[in-house]
């Protein structure tokens, strides 16, 4: 392989990778980006449907879709530290696997005590750890 495609190669995964990356500013004190993020994994499980979302205000705030409901909360700590006041939903019915998913997310969310961003990966952090990847949830 000659250099110039290697090179070409290199720029191009470069910029795919800074693409992954949230534009927003972070939240005011702390390296946390602002903006929309989906969420990729919960506890040791992935979540392949990609179908959680939460937006992280500029004023820390969350707010987002579940499977089947809206949710928002204002979040008071400064970042590494979380703490959520009370988490607002919309009550529409949610079973099988979604309304599980559902459950369990909220009540991860609701225990969550710390926040990461790291390598262009969003962790919350609690007894149950949810991961977000950059991005909107899939309707």
Known sequence: M??????SAAIAATLGLAACEPASPPVPGSTIPTGPYVLVGIGSDTVPQRNVGMTIGADGSIS???????????????????????????????????????????????????????????????????????????E
């Not at 000659?2 to 090179?7: A, D, Q, Y």
């Not at 879709?65 to 009550?91: D, I, K, V």
């Open 2 to 7: 000659t250099r110039i495609p290697m090179i």
């Open 64 to 138: 987002g879709r579940a499977p089947c409901n809206t949710y928002s909360a204002s979040q008071s700590a400064e970042p590494p530290a979380f703490a959520l006041g009370s988490l607002t939903r919309t009550e529409m019915a949610c079973g099988g696997l979604a309304g599980r998913l559902e459950s369990r997310y909220f009540q991860a969310l609701s225990a969550a005590n710390g926040i990461t961003f790291e390598g262009g990966v969003l962790t919350i952090k609690g007894p149950t750890y949810l991961t977000y990847e950059p991005g909107y949830r899939k």
